[in-house]
């Protein structure tokens, strides 16, 4: 998530950065979940925006025999985004 947040982050619109962040005040490894496709999101997660990261290379990497080690790194990885969006734009 990482990856894709440095390269779309900056250029989404005001309804897209409310639907990330509404996606990112969920649970580290619900957030894992939804974006793979192992859990439906709930009503209020559900946007274009997370169809677009259904589709993207996060959760393909979900579909690999590393899979587990990367859930352990994604895990790491989104607390880390999570935190540092907060941060910079201070939301939370």
């Known amino acids: 998530m990482g990856t894709?947040?440095?390269a779309h982050v900056p250029g989404l619109s005001s309804e897209e950065m409310d639907q990330y962040?509404?996606?990112l005040n969920?649970?580290?490894i619900d957030i894992f979940?939804?974006?793979t496709g192992k859990a439906?999101?709930?009503e209020a997660i559900k946007s274009p925006l997370l169809d677009r990261l259904q589709v993207g290379p996060v959760a393909a990497?979900?579909?690999t025999p590393l899979a587990g080690t990367r859930l352990q790194l994604a895990r790491f990885t989104l607390d880390s985004?999570?935190?540092n969006w907060?941060?910079?734009y201070g939301r939370g």
């Open 21 to 23: 962040e509404a996606l």
């Open 26 to 28: 969920a649970e580290t």
């Open 33 to 35: 979940n939804y974006v």
């Open 4 to 6: 894709w947040a440095e």
């Open 81 to 83: 985004l999570i935190s």
């Open 86 to 88: 907060r941060c910079v």
């Open 40 to 42: 439906e999101a709930p």
């Open 61 to 63: 990497a979900a579909h």
